[in-house]
């Protein structure tokens, strides 16, 4: 599967150093479509910073829409950004049993990599966790 990842406004300034800040969360923000669904202070950073809120949705709907991903208690999620701008989106359930896999056409998501933990309905970085 194919899909193109833009925003619809450039990117903040989204630095690997300041996400190594998040080590848990104040608040819990609610998906306004998958509203079953939360994430953490790390990662709306990331969506306001980074531009990312594509990101979530994604990760979100795949809930619904991967028959393999509701059954898995854990969810470890990377995003891999190449120089042409195309990335891999992809997921295992922690013991690298691979649930989804899926090239990104094109993205200005400003990191080469950034990896989520998706448990319990809850979205988070991996240093929230």
Known sequence: METTAQNT????????????EFIGTENWYRHSIYRCFLYTDG??????KGGAYWLIDKIFAEQFENINLPEQEFQAWALS???DKSALLT????????QHKETIKYTDFPLKEIK????NGVLLLTSEY
């Open 9 to 20: 406004k450039a990117p903040e300034t989204l630095r690997e150093s300041d996400l190594r």
């Open 43 to 48: 990662v709306q950073y990331v969506a306001e």
């Open 81 to 83: 950004v190449q120089d």
């Open 91 to 98: 997921c295992h359930d922690g013991n690298y049993n691979w």
């Open 116 to 119: 989520f933990y998706f448990q």
